[in-house]
């Protein structure tokens, strides 16, 4: 459901606390912010690196605010977007590249040892894509003030809910950062402005403008919008309250995107991997780790729309896709059609026992999983007890992998291969990519 964003009345503020000075930065914690040991503990320090010293005013209990860098690190860059102080996304633009890659493979090995009891010995080279101008999907908050007529569009500020209004984005597709000034002056001439919870654009095979909102359209604006997605060359989508999100114009055909040997296709709202580029080699390497083929039978958890179901399947090895949301097996069952191949989509909660599923009885030899950030803390211990020979494990949370690779080392797997995959360049965020194999 759509939330809307309203702001808060006006609080007192604490007191602020002195400015500490010269204080050494130790390392880095795993959301890339500066650690600064003090006696009564650490603080935490956005913006602030290893071996810097800095200046630094306390905040809360734990964190701080950066002030001055009085010593940078040698890895030290600066930022290119002209947005980085104020925008809460891209947290790590002050990083070299290559350090920043360094760090995130020492964040996953750090919370192996942590959560796993397991040193990682066989990490590969991370996988690598574009570095700017790679995100494919934009999310755009808003907000109506009617008093003033002020419309704002942007992005949420800094562990903030402000919005800082920008003109461009410096990791997002070009497509899309065109349409930031014309939807900036369009949007406040419509009747659904008061009602608009926050504007998400897409770039696939098409370019995608998806509105979420309480309540249908006018007529007035219909007409409106499909003059807009006239003039500008964009798809519009409509997410009306609990409804599935609606084309503008009746019988549009879904947007689809590249996976490796096939195409994918999905409705705005889906879950979308952010790197057009790195998605598709991603699931190259996954599947030369699975090594699916013929006489494999393949179960594979958290499945989507079929990323990796389809390719998978054109192994030849016999697939059972598991996904939780209905509509997406529906979706991967199309996909699956459209592509002459075989595969068998169920809908499931894998927080659930599975004996209460037929499929759930059936032998596997083989697992692929991509759950989302909470990670499979269930279906991680399902899949333990009916010892497949091999498990890959895509995770875009290093904690819960961490966790959820625990209960495979219980179960007698090892980890054959990790590798990161760069989805998230200037971030904090992590892809990983895992191989554990059962051992014989």
């Known amino acids: ?53 800095i200046d630094f005013q306390p905040q809360g209990k734990w964190q701080g605010k950066l002030i001055q860098v009085k010593q940078p690190a040698p890895a030290r860059v600066t930022p290119d977007c002209p947005y980085y102080e104020q925008c809460g996304g891209c947290d790590l633009q002050h990083l070299a590249l290559s350090r920043q890659r360094q760090h995130k493979q020492q964040v996953v090995s750090e919370l192996f040892a942590k959560f796993a009891g397991h040193d990682i010995d066989c990490w590969q ?127 549009q055909e879904l947007p689809r995107y590249a996976s490796w040997q096939t195409e994918v296709s999905f409705q705005p709202g889906d879950f979308l991997q952010a790197h057009g580029e790195l998605s598709p080699l991603m699931v190259e390497q996954a599947l030369a780790w699975l090594a699916p083929g013929p006489g494999d039978h393949v179960l594979e958890l958290y499945a989507g729309s079929g990323n990796f179901s389809l390719p998978i399947a054109r192994s030849g090895a016999r ?23 075989s595969i068998t989509a169920q809908h499931a909660d894998l927080e659930q026992p599975w004996q209460h599923y037929d499929w759930g009885t059936i032998e596997f030899n083989k697992v692929f999983l991509d759950p989302a950030r909470a990670g499979a803390a269930h279906a991680i211990s399902e899949v333990a007890q009916r010892q497949p020979e091999r498990v890959v494990y895509v995770s875009c949370a290093a904690d819960t992998l961490a966790r959820d690779a625990r209960h495979l080392f219980a179960a007698g797997y090892q980890l054959k291969r990790a590798q990161i995959v760069d989805m998230f360049p200037q971030t904090h965020h992590i892809e990983c990519l895992t191989w554990f194999e059962r051992e014989t």
């Open 1 to 53: 459901m759509a939330q809307f964003y309203r702001p808060q009345r006006g609080r007192s503020k604490p007191a602020e606390q002195p400015i500490k000075r010269n204080a050494s930065v130790s390392g880095l914690d795993h959301q890339g912010r500066g650690i600064v040991r003090e006696s009564k503990g650490v603080r935490f320090i956005a913006g602030a690196l290893t071996d810097e010293l």
């Open 125 to 251: 080279a991370p996988l690598t894509g574009a570095d700017w101008r790679y995100r494919r999907r934009l999310r755009l908050a808003c907000h109506w003030d009617s008093k003033r007529r002020n419309f704002k569009l942007g992005l949420r500020q800094a562990n903030s809910k402000a919005i800082v209004e920008i003109n461009d984005c410096l990791i997002s597709d070009t497509a899309l950062t065109r349409l930031l000034q014309p939807l900036r002056k369009f949007l406040p001439q419509l009747d659904l402005i008061a009602q608009l919870g926050h504007v998400e654009l897409m770039k696939t095979n098409s370019c995608c403008l998806l509105l979420r909102l309480k309540n249908p359209v006018s007529a007035k604006d219909h007409r409106q919008l499909l003059e807009f997605s006239q003039n500008h060359g964009v798809d519009v989508w409509l997410h009306c309250g609990e409804t599935a999100p609606q084309p503008l114009l009746a019988g």
């Open 319 to 341: 697939v059972t896709a598991i996904e939780g949301v209905p509509s997406m097996v529906e979706r991967l069952t199309a996909n699956a059609s459209r592509a002459n191949l």
